[in-house]
């Protein structure tokens, strides 16, 4: 067998390889040299399986040479391989910046725990994404959580502790409805395996089970993915967490859990089940017009950054389930966008975030007032990050809001103005909180005598790499357009 | 009497119910942490009801016995995996409360809460 026939596989068991093998590296930077190595590796195989999925193969393995639906099956198409490049590129980024930013912040004797951890945290994320098995993805979804929550924990801030173990307490109920769920459609069809599922629920003769667990799998999943009025663990996690830990969780981690659900809903329920299409119009739309209006204006009064950022995540989540309430071929192409181009701006913001922590210890928006004189390049590239968050021409927020309110006026009518029109204030507020950090960092002096040195280069360049490639998506928009064409085509050529 | 018949799925809404009400009302986490275990191990019922099959045995063949009926052994492997998560999510949450009671001194909520409004 060709090599290339297991990448599928090796996306996660290279992974799996990997950790505890890191764990018997004692050395700090070689610990973090085997990570970063590792965590690049499964980048290039998920840039590999992306240009399979470009040509059109459509990877399909069984795990053991079991067939589908008595063995597991793993399962790369245009979807995954959008996720699969979020996950491993923002690992891989956060991994290469962080190389200063976590010996400050994490003894060093623990870093190889760490590190292990994050990438117990990666596999079960890049896991969630290629498994085609209803189970095998909460077995996955409890590994990336319980490593997420040692990463969370792991920072020197004792606020991350309570917030971690909200975080956990959240988690666990989230994934433990999505277990009833799946039990309870196991005991109507008797199978695991999605695509299975899709075929037999059509014979289920008594559809009350089945609807009950669809009730289950959205609210749990909902409740991981941090949809409003979910959201109440994310805040405090993302702010205390160590930096680049938020960089990593931030750019891929609650997008994961929406994506089950797209698959769940689009695969397995929404031909099969009467009266499903209800579950979008009157429960995920209304949610995602409260995620953009609320969460964006708690962000407008938030004081410290990095918080201001983690509100801003939620409304974000807004706008990616706001695309999919739509069930069209553009809604869901402009929430697959959202997706990748939210990865990449929240990233790259979050990454200057911990530039500037470098020299901070504080990040209220006071204490980094006037920093912009001594990190022009790092607010530089913050406020590149932050114009593509809004949604400014040029950079790639503004390809996925230009094809999210595309989608949104082909609904016509009344609804389409006022979806519009929530879409153009939530983009408002996003200038505004973004523009209170301009301000800060550019036009306040500072309170206190700045002692402030720009970031060391390693973790310079890799924000700017980030930052860039908002501009560059924004300009060559293909790569990421064409793999959300995919994915919507897919997901919709499930709905007759 | 068909509603009595479900009795171990009642059994398992009401610990689903008992462990959910504990982890939300309760203020000292290790209670909160319990709840969140009888939730889990609700869940585990579920899963060890719905593989019974009335007069089924244990799923082994047998020479010379045709027409056996067998129990599902699936859910039974699947929920041992689960089992193992809800052992690991505890103790990692104990893991986090002793870490909570040495940064903070406490481990009601409450008292946390109230810490954290200070600094």
Redesign the interface.
Known sequence: MNPSDHLAALQVVVLFLAAPIIVLLQARRLAWAATTLTSLLTFAIAIALTLGVLNGQDYQYFMGSWPAPFGIELRVDGFSAVLLLAITGASSAALLAGYHSLDQQIEAKRQPLFFAAWILALAGLAGIVISADA?NI??FM?ISS?AS??LV?GGPD??A??A??KY??FG??G??FY??GV?LI??MTGT?NLADMEVRIHDVADQSPVLVAAGFITVGLALKAALFPLHIWLPNSYTFAPHVVTVFLAACATKVSLYVLLRFDFFVFQQNLTGHELQFTFFFMPLAVFAILIASAVALFEKDLKRMLAWSSVAQIGYIVLGASIVSLAGLTASVLHVFNHAIAKGSLFLAVACLAMSFRGLRLNDIAGCAKAMPWTMGALVLAGLSLIGVPGTAGFISKWYLISAVLELGGGIAIFLTAVIVIGSLMAVVYIWRIVEHAYFRPAETEIVAREAPLGILSITWVVALANLYFGINPELPVTLSELAADALMGHIK | MELLGYYNYWVFAILLMVGFYAVIVRNNLIKKLLGLAIFQSAVFLMYITMDKVEGGTAPIIQEGVADQIYSNPLPQVLILTAIVVGVSTTALGLAIIVRIKEAYGSIEEDDIIAKDRES
Do not use: D
Request: cysteine-free.
């Open positions: 189970f909460f077995v409890e319980l929550y040692v924990a004792k606020r502790l309570p971690v173990f956990l307490i666990t109920i994934a433990t277990l009833i039990g196991y005991m695991l």
